[in-house]
C-alpha cells in the first residue's frame, strides 16, 4: 500500500497537534538521564515522527528511518541535520524483515499511524521482538474506529462502518487490526511484562479545516464503495451533502486515535 507524499504532508500538523501529551511526556522523561539515544522509526513515511519528537529527546540522537518506499525514504533522509543528529534512512519491507530493522544499537522503538495496518501475527512479532531485546516502543496514531461528524447525516453511520471494515482489509501485512490496534496493542505489550502509558489522540478538525476534512471524506466514500454494502448512489449523495457542509464552513470532524509508550519494566 502506498501514501502519496501530499497527503502525509496534508496530515502531520493535525497528527502534530493530536499526539497525546501524556504520552509524549512519558517518552521524554524516560529518554531525560541519557546523554546520547539511538532511535528506529518504523514506517517513518517523510519523518514526522522525529521531528515530533527530536526535541523532546537528548540533544545526540541517531535515527534509523525504515520504510520501503524509496521516495518517501529519500526525503525523510535529506532532513536538517544538525551536528548531533544523525540520520540514517533504511529500506526495509517491515512485511518481510522487521527483525533486521530492530538489528544493531537501537535503544527506542519509535512509529506513528502503522499499526492499524498490520495484523495480528505482524504486531506479535513486533512486540516478541521488541521484548527479546528489552527495547521500549513507542506508537503513536493507531486509529481506534470512533469517528463523529457534524452535522450528523443520515448515511453516517452506514459509511462509517464500511470504513472500519475496509481498514481491515490486506494492506501489505495480512489482514489488517484496522481499529481494533488501538485496543490491542497495549495489552500486547502488557502482557509480556511492560508498563503501558496511552492516551488519546483523536484528530479534531474544525470548519476551516476544510483541505483534510475533504481528503478524508473522499477516501471514506470510496471506501465505502469498495466495501459494497451502500448504493453508488447513496454514497455520491452522501459526500455532495458532507462537502457542501465543508463549503458553507459549517463542518466539523473527530476521528479517534491513540497513542501509547512500553516500556519494560527493568529497563537495559
Ligand atoms: C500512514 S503512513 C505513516 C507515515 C509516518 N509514520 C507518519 O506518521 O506520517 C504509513 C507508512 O507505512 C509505510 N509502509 C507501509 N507498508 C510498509 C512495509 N511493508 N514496509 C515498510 N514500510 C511500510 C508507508 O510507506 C508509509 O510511509
Redesign the pocket.
Known amino acids: ?3 502519496s507524499s501530499t497527503w ?1 504532508t496534508l ?2 500538523p493535525y ?1 502534530r497537534r493530536a499526539r497525546n501529551p501524556a504520552v509524549l511526556e512519558a517518552v521524554t522523561a524516560w529518554a531525560a538521564e541519557r546523554p546520547s539515544i539511538a532511535i528506529v ?1 518504523l ?4 519523518g ?2 522525529l521531528r515530533a519528537m527530536t526535541e523532546r529527546l537528548p540533544k545526540r540522537q541517531s535515527w534509523r528511518l ?4 524509496l521516495s ?1 525514504l529519500a526525503r525523510a533522509g535529506a532532513l536538517e541535520k544538525p551536528p548531533d543528529r544523525s540520520v540514517t534512512p533504511v529500506p ?4 518481510r524483515d522487521l527483525e533486521a530493522a530492530l538489528d544493531g544499537p537501537v535503544e527506542l522503538v519509535t ?4 499499526l492499524d ?1 498490520v495484523s495480528h501475527e505482524w504486531l506479535d512479532r513486533l512486540v516478541t521482538e521488541a521484548a527479546a531485546r528489552r527495547l521500549p516502543v513507542y506508537a ?2 493507531s486509529y481506534d474506529g470512533l469517528a463523529t461528524l457534524d452535522p450528523v447525516d443520515v448515511l453516517d453511520a452506514a459509511v462509517i462502518d464500511a470504513v472500519n471494515q475496509h481498514q481491515r482489509g490486506d ?3 495480512g489482514p489488517a487490526l484496522g481499529p481494533e490496534a488501538a485496543a490491542t496493542a497495549p495489552t500486547r505489550f502488557e502482557a509480556l511484562g511492560y508498563t503501558v502509558t496511552q492516551g488519546a489522540s483523536d484528530w479534531v478538525f474544525g470548519p476551516k479545516d476544510a483541505e483534510i476534512q475533504t481528503e478524508v471524506l473522499t477516501g471514506w466514500a470510496v471506501a465505502a464503495r469498495e466495501i459494497g454494502e451502500c448504493s453508488i448512489g447513496d454514497i455520491i449523495g452522501w459526500l455532495a451533502r458532507r462537502r457542501d457542509h465543508i463549503a458553507a464552513g459549517r463542518s466539523s470532524m473527530r476521528v479517534g486515535h491513540v497513542d501509547f509508550f512500553a516500556r519494560p519494566i527493568a529497563m537495559r
Open positions: 500500500m502506498s501514501f502525509l496530515r502531520e497528527d522509526d514506517a517513518c513515511g517523510l514526522s515522527t525504515v520504510d520501503n518506499d518517501l526495509v519491507d517491515l512485511a512509529t506513528s499511524a502503522l495496518l503513536a496514531l494492506k501489505g501485512f
